[in-house]
Every structure is written in C-alpha cells, then in structure tokens.
C-alpha cells in the first residue's frame, strides 16, 4: 500500500522568510495530493491541492510543487505570518474517493 | 454550505466500557470516512463508506470496532470494549462522488483510562 514520508517534524522560522515543508510517496498510482493545516484541538483544513497532471498550483502565498517521477511534492509558504504556526500534513490518494494516507505532520513555528 | 458535524466532541470512558461517535457528512457527500488520529501523528483510515456500503474496512479492528451507515447519510462508530490505545481523536471526513477534496468534521475527542 501507499507510504508518504513527511519532513521535517518540526520548523521553526522568523515571520516574514519562506517555509518548505518536504513529502515522498511510494505508489506511483497515486495521483491526489492534498495539503492539511491542522491547528491544536481543530480540525484539519484543507488548504491546498495537487493533481499528478500538474506540476506546481499557488494560491496567494501557498505554493505545492509535484514532481511525479521522482514521487516528492513539497509546500512552499512564503512572507510566513504568526497565524501560519500550526500543524501541516501532506497526503497522497489513488484517485478520488479513496482513503487519503497522510505524513507524520511537521509543526511550524512562526516567530514575531 | 454547513460542514460536516460530530458529536459528541469529548468523551472520557474507563478502559472495557462502550463508547458510540457520530458524524453527519455534508449534505450531497456520498462518500464518508472515519480517522482514528492518535496525537502527533496523521489521521489514519478506519473505515470508508459509499453511500451505505463498506467501501474499505481493511484497518478496522474488528473485534471492537464496529460502524454503520444506515440510509447512506449519517452515520455512527462504536467501540466495545474500548481499550487504552483507543484514546486519540475520532474524525468523520466527506466527499463528492468521483472528486477527490475531503472535508474533515471537528473530531471527537477520547480519553479512555
């Protein structure tokens, strides 16, 4: 089955400079990327998507990136704010309506 | 649109006592999972539902765990007996047939000691 390796665990950066955060997966059926943000005690937010027909998708200061053959997406946050500091999961899925299998998380830290 | 909705939100049992969870999806959403999130990891998959069939199953602990979808709306997550290892957040998530974006309810919370 499907395993997605997320990294780092933990990123601390000042407010302001870039966060990346970095997620492999093994099946190359997958082909559904999506990217959770996950604040304490809430539910996980849907924030953005990726389809394996596309290689990179930005939404204002959210960016993911694809590269299918070497099977690593990656979030890129830019200007990162304090109310960015919360817990991010990235995901992988077949092909819509089947179970999403999510990464570790990694917590980001943004400090004023 | 309203979002997908859980009760009860917390909950404290004693280890091999029973324990039920609820989930209404979004209205129109087919397509209903449950997640078992234990903290500081992802949600993990328990079961998955299309309409009122089991779609996917394959991670549930059977022996305790048991859920139903009934009419292909709401649907309901018990464990009997529950155990130790239970405690972590429940999520019910929805989706549109055939598209892939799913849409997390707040999740309830168990503490079973």
């Known amino acids: 089955g499907e395993n997605v390796e997320q990294h780092p665990s933990t990123l601390s950066v000042q407010e302001g400079d870039s966060a990346v955060i970095k997620c492999t997966y093994s099946?190359?059926?997958?082909?559904?990327f999506p990217w959770y943000k996950q604040e304490l005690g809430k539910r996980p937010q849907l924030i953005i998507d990726?389809?394996?027909?596309?290689g990179e998708k930005k939404d204002q200061r959210i960016a993911v990136t694809l590269n299918k053959t070497a099977k690593h997406f990656s979030l890129h946050i830019t200007e990162t704010q304090p109310e960015d500091s919360a817990v991010y999961f990235c995901?992988?899925?077949?092909?819509?309506?089947?179970?999403?299998?999510f990464g570790k998380g990694t917590r980001l830290s943004v400090i004023a | 649109e309203a979002g997908v909705a859980q009760s009860p939100r917390y909950k404290i049992i004693e280890k091999r006592q029973s324990v039920a969870f609820w989930c209404n999806p979004i209205?129109?959403?087919?397509?209903l999972y449950w997640y078992q999130q234990i903290l500081g990891q992802g949600p993990k998959l328990l079961i998955q539902?299309?309409?009122?069939?089991?779609?996917?199953d394959s991670q549930l602990p059977k022996d305790r765990f048991s859920a139903e979808r009934l009419k292909g709306v709401d649907s309901t997550l018990k464990i009997q007996p529950a155990k130790l290892e239970d405690s972590a957040v429940y999520l019910c998530?929805?989706?549109?047939?055939?598209?892939?974006?799913?849409?997390f309810g707040p999740g309830t919370r168990l503490t079973v000691l």
């Open positions: 539902f299309q309409n009122n069939g089991v779609v996917d």
């Open positions: 990726i389809r394996s027909n596309v």
């Open positions: 209205s129109g959403h087919a397509t």
């Open positions: 099946d190359s059926a997958s082909n559904y």
């Open positions: 998530a929805s989706s549109r047939t055939s598209i892939p974006e799913q849409f």
């Open positions: 995901a992988a899925d077949y092909s819509g309506n089947t179970p999403l299998v």
